[in-house]
């Protein structure tokens, strides 16, 4: 039965009928060229024998592409047209047939761009999709219409099971996946491509910020640019036997860094079939990302032009990401994704699967929900893995055998078994995506994961995400992701209101820094008619600004001190948990209090100091930002959180502790100065 959106739908696809076999090694094939072709499966019979006589037409890309197949293509795609599903449908009519799977949050390199210096906290295990989850998932979109599956991370090849994977996917193709690309680095790639194309592999982006071996383990933190060229080679070399991967090299341009070497990029494609695409840097949690990195499209196209007077623009497909160019007689093509300064939004058709399993409708948005807890539902919320797969399938083969289908019916079904609660979430989230993200100054100051994380810690359900995908998702009980100080929001929130409503200091309402005498006795997020509202901060000046906020855990049982003291306590290190904790939470202020501005937060520090003669943890929570608002919330936030995971490592010991005296004890910086409690 169709779920209902509160409209009518377009017919509905549901599912797949997928017989996969596990799989658990894939052979390496030994490449011949005349194998290899044919190997490739032609469209249809007509199509490949007026490919070998029609004469050669150009293509929008600039490579030739015979007549004939192209107008047999469209004639067919008019016969066999469906209506696109309703549940991959925005409100703006944008298709989303395009699917990017995250399978892994590891990577092999550490890129300036991409990940924090210190890394990035990794998800558990079971948090993690398994291959026969990803398989299902994809089965799903591809019943309603995706054509286009791309794995990326992370980095995907670092994925134990990453060519079983590939060849799963690859059963898709028969029902109606014509492209599996996948997003990489290059470093393991040459190793395991053969086995991909077998899969059938149909296209590479390969990051590579520098063509200096050098620079490029400065930009990685890490060796590996020959192994990058290797990969680069064995493509090439592949698609001069028939392989017909689409390679792009992808090149994060960052001011003072590596734009010197936009125009060697720029040369590699003069002898070689590939495209160059160079990248605006964007803004991810922990990549200080500042506007003066950022080389903005106009200024490399001019920088190209001074070389190459000649450069010519592509004319793109309308669903392209990229702004191609061409220089005369070069054998490549170089593009530019200009997601900071000229988006491309309107035409998107992009979702995203991240590798924990939470469906992201825009890379910029941080409104997410678990598509993997609803899928786990039907396994006792426990992941699902290749033998409870193989069971599910033959419990799900018995049961549409009892209900008398036939093997057409049986077709028409998919192999998750919930799937039409699948669909449900899914259509609703897509339903709420927007326009376009947000403009280059507020998405510099927005949560979101770290870009490991998204293409690849995670926010929640964002109050960005539509209310309908809210309820859903808490009336089943899968929250996408809570953050990992989840214990302390609640009772840390309360904490922060119970201070509000009692404390002068603070009563005068949140980051009023900046406050005067007039604003004495008014509380600044409440406005003339007694509503709660944001405070505008759009006049206020940047400056360097710093709050220190202190608490206490207090014991009652003096064996609790010398057990943390001497690590003794079953869960592990709880000052150094703790610490962590703080920062985690400092960085998610916004999340947790409503009328907060996020900001981008220079540095948080955690002390904590051991009393044994008092019997007591003094934590004390540093934070600092440069921008136009204090920090007060996020030093509060995290000094409270760091002292509640105190509390809940040592509660097995102590159930009477005490946490107490949270308050801002400094702050300095904007309008008003510094300011010290004594």
Request: aromatic fraction near 4%.
């Given at each position: ?34 194998a ?41 795609r ?6 696109f ?19 892994t ?78 997003t ?21 982006n ?52 590596n734009?010197?070497?936009i ?59 990229s ?16 997601s ?12 995203r699967v ?30 699902i ?23 057409e ?70 929250l ?30 949140r ?52 057990l943390i ?57 540093t ?36 946490v ?16 010290e409690m004594?």
């Amino acid at each position: 039965m169709q779920p209902a959106l509160g409209k009518p739908h377009r017919p509905l696809r549901l599912g797949l009928s997928l017989l996969y076999s596990a799989r658990p090694s894939v052979p390496k094939p030994n490449f011949h060229a005349a194998a290899f072709l044919i190997r490739r499966p032609a469209s249809s019979a007509a199509a490949a024998a007026a490919a070998a006589v029609a004469p050669e037409a150009p293509r929008h890309d600039g490579h030739p592409l015979s007549a004939a197949p192209l107008q047999s293509s469209r004639r067919e795609r008019i016969r066999d047209a469906k209506p696109f599903s309703d549940f991959l449908t925005d409100t703006f009519h944008r298709q989303h047939d395009y699917l990017r799977i995250s399978v892994t949050e590891r990577c092999n390199l550490r890129c300036l761009y991409c990940m924090p210096e210190e890394g990035v906290p990794l998800s558990p295990s079971r948090d993690m999709l398994t291959t026969p989850e990803i398989v299902m998932l994809s089965s799903v979109f591809v019943s309603q219409g995706v054509t286009k599956i791309r794995l990326t991370g992370g980095e995907p090849t670092v994925r134990r099971d990453i060519l079983p994977l590939m060849h799963q996917l690859g059963d898709l193709r028969s029902h109606g996946l014509k492209e599996i690309c996948l997003t990489t680095n290059g470093i393991s790639l040459h190793r395991k491509l053969d086995s991909m194309v077998e899969a059938g592999l149909t296209g590479v982006n390969l990051s590579l910020d520098t063509l200096d071996p050098f620079q490029f383990q400065i930009m990685t933190r890490r060796k590996g640019f020959d192994a990058v060229q290797r990969s680069i080679d064995r493509i090439l070399e592949l698609n001069r036997l028939g392989a017909g991967i689409k390679l792009k090299v992808n090149c994060v341009v960052m001011r003072g860094l590596n734009d010197s070497e936009i125009l060697p990029f720029v040369e590699m494609t003069r002898d070689k079939d590939l495209e160059v695409r160079f990248i605006e840097y964007m803004p991810f949690d922990g990549n200080r990302w500042s506007k003066g990195k950022m080389l903005g499209y106009a200024e490399m196209l001019d920088r190209i032009r001074e070389r190459h007077p000649g450069l010519e623009k592509v004319q793109d497909h309308p669903n392209d990401t990229s702004k191609t160019w061409r220089v005369p007689g070069f054998a490549g093509h170089i593009g530019f994704i200009t997601s900071m300064t000229h988006n491309f939004c309107g035409t998107c058709n992009r979702l995203r699967v991240t590798s924990d399993g939470n469906l992201k409708v825009c890379l910029f948005g941080n409104a997410e929900v678990s598509l993997r807890d609803i899928l786990r539902k039907t396994n006792a919320g426990e992941p699902i893995d290749e033998e409870t797969f193989e069971a599910m399938k033959k419990v799900l083969e018995m049961d549409r055998s009892r209900q008398g289908l036939t093997t057409e019916d049986k077709r028409m079904l998919g192999i998750a078994p919930n799937e039409a609660e699948l669909l449900e979430v899914i259509g609703t989230a897509v339903k709420g995506k927007k326009a376009k993200h947000a403009g280059m100054g507020e998405l510099e100051h927005m949560k979101n994961r770290p870009m490991i994380l998204i293409d690849p810690v995670a926010p929640s359900l964002s109050r960005a995400m539509p209310a309908r995908v809210r309820r859903l998702a808490d009336a089943s009980s899968f929250l996408s992701r809570t953050p990992f100080f989840a214990p302390a929001t609640t009772t840390g929130i309360n904490s922060h209101q119970r201070l509000l409503s009692t404390s002068s200091t603070l009563g005068r309402g949140r980051r009023d820094d900046e406050g005067s005498k007039s604003n004495t006795g008014r509380l600044t997020h409440v406005s003339e008619s007694g509503t709660a509202h944001m405070v505008s901060i759009a006049d206020k000046a940047i400056t360097t600004r710093t709050a220190v906020a202190a608490c206490t855990v207090r014991f009652s049982d003096a064996s609790v001190v010398p057990l943390i003291r001497d690590n003794q306590l079953r869960k592990g290190d709880v000052l150094a948990v703790a610490r962590v904790a703080g920062i985690m939470a400092a960085k998610r202020t916004p999340d947790l209090i409503p009328l907060c501005h996020p900001i981008a937060l220079s540095h948080v520090g955690i002390d904590m100091e051991l009393d044994a003669d008092e019997q007591t943890v003094e934590v004390r929570a540093t934070v600092t930002c440069d921008g136009k608002t204090g920090v007060e919330m996020e030093a509060l936030t995290a000094a409270s959180a760091a002292a509640l995971t105190v509390y809940d490592m040592c509660k097995a010991v102590d159930k009477g502790m005490v946490v107490d005296g949270l308050r801002v004890v400094l702050k300095e910086g904007g309008k008003s100065g510094r300011w010290e409690m004594d």
